[in-house]
Every structure is written in C-alpha cells, then in structure tokens.
C-alpha cells in the first residue's frame, strides 16, 4: 500500500503541474452561462484564434490561413465548398508548442481524404496559460470557430452537414461549444479523451454533448481517477463512447510494478491521454484492418466476454471509419488493442460449462488456453474470468484477445496450470496439520465437453468438442484438446440442457 500511496503522491504532483489547479476550479465556471450575445460583444479578445489550412502533406510548409470576412484569403488557399471540411482542434498547452501528435494527424487526414479543406485551429495563445484559465477560453475559441463556420456558410454555401470537428482533450469541448452557437447542425464532432477536469459532471451545454453535432463521437483514453481527479472525462457525452482498453490502462503505457520517477510518470499520463490521437490516426491509416468496439454496460462485463454482439447496431467501427447511428444517449463501447500501431486485434467470446466431478469444490482452477488457427497459433493465454474463479457446475463464459489474426480456430487446447506434483504437496502439508497420515491424496477432477466460441470480428460462431470423446475430464497438470464439431451453436434450449 505504501507503493500505491507514493505513486499517488507523484500522480497529484504531477496532476497539479499539468492542470495547474492552484486556481480554484468553481469560480472560473461562473460567468460561463453568459449569453450568446454577451459573448458576442467581447468575441474580439478572442480574434487570437487562427486557422491555418493544411494543403501539403509537407510539413514545413505553412499552408495558409482563413480569416472570418476575408474573402481574397478563400481563394488564395484554394477553399473548396462542395468538398469535406475538417477542423483540427488542440487542447491544453504547457509549451506553447506543436505537439508531435498534431503532424501525424493532420498528415493522416490529408492522405485519407485527399480533396477535403484541412484546416487547423490555432488557439494556442489561449491555450497556453493556467488550465482553468484556458478552459475559461473554449467557450470563446468555439463562438469564434462557429463565427467563421457561419460565414462561410454565407459566402460559400457552406453545407454544414459535411463538416467535421476534430478535438483533442480541451480541444473537444471547444468544439462541442462550436456546435452550440453555430447555424445550423454540424456534421460531425469527433472528441479524442476530452478533458475531464471542470467538465465532469457539468451540465450538458458546457460541455460536448450530443446536441453539439449531428453525430458525436467521443474515444476515452485516460479515464484513471487519482482522488476525484481524471484527465479525461469518464462520463459518457457523445452519442457513441468509446472506451478502448476499459478506458483506463492502456497497452504500452503502464509502468508496471516499477516504482517510476515523476518524469516517467508524466509520460505515462501523456501516452494514454494521447493515446486516443493515435487510435484515430490509425483508423485513418490502416482502413484494411479496421478495429471494432461493442456495446456493453461497462467494463466489467466486458472483460468478461459477454460482450461481443454486433446485433442491432451494437458493434461499430473505431476512430474515423465510426459509422453514425441513431440518436441513442449514452451508448458505451468497448474494445481491446494492441500496444502499438495497428492497434487493432481479435476478439473471441468463449463459453465452457464445467462440471464439477470429483473433490474440486476448493479447487479453485486456473486455465490457459491455446488456439490453433489455420494461420498460426497462439501462445498460452490464461482464461480471465474477470477477479472471479471458475464457477462449478456453470457456464463460465470469458474474453480471448489476440494480436494477431490466426485465421480460423482449428484446435483449442485448455490446460488446467499447476502439477499433480505440487497439488500433491500442497495436500501433503493439509494432511500434515490433520495428521492424517495414510490418506492417499485424492486428485480434484473437473469436466469440460465443449467449448463454444464466437469471433467478434467476424461474427462467426463455433463449437469445439473432445478430440477424444473419452478423455474430457481435467485435473491439475493436465490439459484437453477440442476441435471443431459444429457449425455454428445454437442449439436448441432443450438440448443445451444436455451439454
Ligand atoms: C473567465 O472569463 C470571463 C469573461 O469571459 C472573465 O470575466 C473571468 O474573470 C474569467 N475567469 C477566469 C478565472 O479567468
Ligand atoms: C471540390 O470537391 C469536390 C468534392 O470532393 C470535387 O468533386 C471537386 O473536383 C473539387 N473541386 C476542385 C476545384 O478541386
Ligand atoms: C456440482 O455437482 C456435483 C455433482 O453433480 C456435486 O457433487 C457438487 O457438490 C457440485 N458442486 C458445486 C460447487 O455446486
Ligand atoms: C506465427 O507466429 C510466430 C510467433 O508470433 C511468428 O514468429 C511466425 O512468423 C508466425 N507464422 C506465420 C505463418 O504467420
């Protein structure tokens, strides 16, 4: 517990440096409910704001810039109306700088969708002050952003359907309030991990919500809460929320059991804050292999594996490729990844009942399995139920998750961990305390007699069964081999009984 409690110390160290709470966090909301035609007065402190559109996926090139009214600017940039508009918008700042992140995506915008306008929203002077200072401001950058937005409708017939609002942490919320003040409905609001701090909780209009865009959908990276307190916001605000990895710990972010020195620790609040960016680049990038996220009422279940349906809308697409959906609040979504471009992987539901035959009531099993697919194999995976153990005489059902595709499941191996040594010795020490002797050490003795699978990403159903119809009996130290017998599982209730 000292461990946990130091690493929360240098998170709060961290979190104070990076969010700059020192202001008191109430008071800086107040005003914000202010009108559209307050804000409307004062939206020149805002002309800071600046949009810079990208053509070339060089860099270095400055691309050039939109202004509200200026026409000459339209057509020197080469602004086309009838084409996608995309809006990049950054969050929080401390350098004042570019993050590394904002060229990936921009590049991989302008390679997705080659004839889109690209524009970048550079609020940056905003940005780059004390957070409740800079959330003060997204209001503003918002009203500023719908300015333009409405002029251009103007000037341009703009249609507002085909615009798409991209924003990273604070940057989401600025976009959420563009969608408020702008006329009309646009057509997309994308939130990378929007900010938590001063947004949870809050009501709808000072927020993203999914009045803010004819579609919102929201990636939520860094969910973690330290004493109240979440980079991300948690809750629910878009029409569909996806919560990749639980939301929380993120492949290839986590330190691990190692005691981290602060610096690392701001790293690893930066990867999993920022690694809703890059799930999104990747589903711009990598339009082959698409990664799936499926409905579920939280992560729990989830990791459980009951959650693997794509019946009635209840898969869809990551990042980009989201498909849009019916108006439904509060849809959460989930899915696992890799730690690493292409993140997406595969996911399998697996359902075994397993019959309690001889002495196992405390045996507290721990399975792997191992799959055999028609392109490779898989390495030992442990069978999670999920902080539960193994029920007896039920129908355990649990999560696998591969990397890599193996093609279709050939051959499953379940193998129950330990040695009949060491049971044997374990019993030996139990016999020792009960001083019963001569007892031969009896040998607990479970039954699986098939395994049913289904695939997430393809939706595929199957039932394995018993190489060797003889031999479904597992103790520790031993492993069953199933194949396919079946296509397809649903076998009727009656039957089923049977199993
Ligand atoms: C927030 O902005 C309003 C004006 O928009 C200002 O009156 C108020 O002082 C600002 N609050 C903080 C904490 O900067
Ligand atoms: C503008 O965009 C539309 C739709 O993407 C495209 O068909 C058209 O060729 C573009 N016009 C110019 C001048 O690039
Ligand atoms: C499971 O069923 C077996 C026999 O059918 C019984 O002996 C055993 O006590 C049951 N175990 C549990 C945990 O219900
Ligand atoms: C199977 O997986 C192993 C280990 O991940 C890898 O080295 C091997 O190249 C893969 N084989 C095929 C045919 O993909």
Request: proline share 3%; aromatic share 10%; hydrophobic share 35%.
């Amino acid at each position: 517990m000292n461990h946990k409690a130091r690493l929360l110390w240098i998170f709060l160290q961290c979190a104070a440096a990076l969010l700059s709470f020192a202001a008191g966090e109430k008071s800086v909301l107040k005003g914000e409910d202010s009108g559209l035609d307050e804000l409307s007065t004062d939206s020149k402190a805002f002309n800071g704001v600046k949009y810079n559109m990208r053509k070339s996926l060089d860099l270095d090139q400055e691309g050039c810039y939109l202004q509200t009214g200026k026409k000459d600017c339209l057509e020197e940039c080469g602004f086309n109306a009838t084409a996608k508009t995309i809006f990049i918008i950054h969050g929080w700042t401390m350098s004042g700088l570019f993050e590394s992140w904002m060229h990936k995506l921009v590049s991989a915008v302008i390679q997705r969708e080659s004839e889109a306008n690209v524009v970048v929203v550079d609020w940056r002077t905003m940005a780059q002050q004390l957070y409740p200072d800079a959330v003060n401001h997204t209001n503003g950058v918002g009203l500023d952003i719908a300015t333009m937005l409405n002029w251009l409708q103007d000037e341009q017939q703009l249609p507002l359907e085909k615009v798409h609002l991209i924003g990273y942490s604070l940057g989401a919320h600025v976009a959420g309030f563009a969608g408020t003040f702008v006329r009309g409905t646009v057509g997309r609001i994308t939130g990378l991990d929007p900010a938590g701090p001063m947004f949870e909780g809050v009501e709808d209009q000072k927020r993203l919500s999914p009045d803010d865009a004819d579609f919102v959908d929201v990636l939520h990276t860094y969910t973690r809460e330290a004493l109240g307190v979440s980079i991300g916001i948690q809750q629910p605000i878009g029409d569909i929320d996806i919560y990749p990895n639980g939301g929380d710990v993120q492949p290839g972010c986590a330190l691990g059991d190692v005691l981290a020195v602060a610096g690392n620790f701001m790293e690893v609040m930066k990867c999993e804050h920022e690694r809703a960016v890059h799930l999104f680049v990747d589903s711009l990038m990598n339009k082959e292999h698409m990664s799936f996220a499926y409905q579920c009422t939280g992560p729990d279940r989830f990791k459980k594996g009951i959650c693997l349906s794509c019946r009635k809308n209840r898969c869809n697409n990551i990042g980009y490729n989201t498909r849009k959906m019916r108006k439904r609040r509060n849809s959460k979504m989930y899915l696992k990844t890799r730690a690493d471009t292409p993140f997406g992987g595969y996911h399998y539901q697996m359902k075994m009942h397993v019959f309690n035959r001889k002495q196992a009531d405390n045996a507290d099993p721990t399975f792997h399995v191992k799959l055999y697919g028609a392109h490779n194999d898989t390495a030992q995976i442990s069978v999670d139920v999920h902080d539960e153990t193994i029920g007896l005489n039920l129908t355990n059902t649990f999560l696998v998750f591969t990397e890599k595709d193996i093609g279709d499941i050939l051959k499953i191996r379940l193998s129950w961990e330990g040695n009949s040594e060491s049971w044997n010795s374990v019993w030996k020490n139990i016999k020792k305390t009960f001083w019963a002797w001569n007892a031969k050490p009896p040998k607990p003795v479970l039954e699986v007699r098939r395994i049913r699978v289904k695939a997430g990403e393809t939706q595929k159903k199957f039932t394995f069964c018993a190489q060797d119809p003889a031999k479904t009996e597992i103790s520790p130290g031993e492993a069953v081999v199933f194949t396919k017998c079946r296509d397809g599982w649903e076998v009727k209730p009656r039957k089923r009984l049977l199993m």
